[in-house]
């Protein structure tokens, strides 16, 4: 389990205590509602070991999720020209970790918005509240965006600027589902479409042309 979910269980089972030794019916009934949330924290804040595969020629997704919108835009922060987007939408049954897409050195990284509007609000990945990391890898560079959202208001952030990462390695987690995003060169070959199913370090979002095919 992700270190952050001790919190949450601990929290859950100090109430949950302190409704069972209360006595009574109804004080009984919190003490069960807050025992099943506590059950839950294990379950949401797992932390599944995974065997990555590292890859320099793919980009790897950085979250598990369905991937929701696929589109292209300007991205003047860290590609600085045109790019194609990805957005992924983690329901609270989802792994909330997220983990780098390819291996490099974290260029950018900015908080911004101050929103907390559902994942699938059109304006959710500009408003929202949200953690951009950028990562500059050879002669390309990444943007991943954490989002909050509606019941997600909390996104923690692993890493530094100038630190070095390996792909797949993990950079942060968001509180209780959102939004992640993954912005790349638009001449990187997609590998994923709407509606697929994505899982962090696994899951090869786009590929770059292999030298000598």
């Not at 269980?9 to 807050?34: M, Q, T």
């Not at 320099?56 to 929701?68: C, K």
Request: hydrophobic share 50%; aromatic share 12%.
């Amino acid at each position: 389990m992700a270190k952050i979910g001790f919190n949450y269980v601990l929290l859950f089972l100090i109430f949950s205590l302190i409704f069972f030794i209360s006595g009574g019916l109804l004080n009984y009934i919190f003490g069960v509602v807050f025992f099943l949330l506590m059950s839950f924290c294990f379950y949401f804040f797992r932390d599944p070991i995974r065997k990555i595969i590292v890859d320099e020629n793919v980009i790897l997704s950085p979250a598990d999720g369905t991937v929701f919108e696929i589109s292209d835009v300007d991205e003047p922060l860290v590609i600085k020209g045109r790019a194609k987007i990805v957005k992924i939408f983690l329901s609270v049954f989802n792994v909330h970790l997220q983990r780098t897409p390819v291996s490099g050195k974290i260029s950018f990284i900015n908080k911004e918005g101050t929103k907390y509007l559902p994942a699938n609000h059109p304006d959710a990945c500009v408003k929202n509240v949200q953690n951009l990391i950028g990562i500059k890898n050879g002669q390309m560079s990444i943007l991943v965006k954490q989002i909050a959202g509606i019941i997600a208001q909390r996104c923690d952030l692993w890493i530094k600027l100038n630190q070095d990462v390996v792909q797949g390695e993990k950079i942060g987690i968001i509180h209780f589902g959102s939004q992640v995003d993954i912005y790349f060169p638009e001449n990187i070959k997609l590998k994923v479409a709407v509606g697929d199913k994505v899982t962090a370090g696994i899951t090869v979002i786009a590929e770059r042309q292999r030298i000598g095919t």
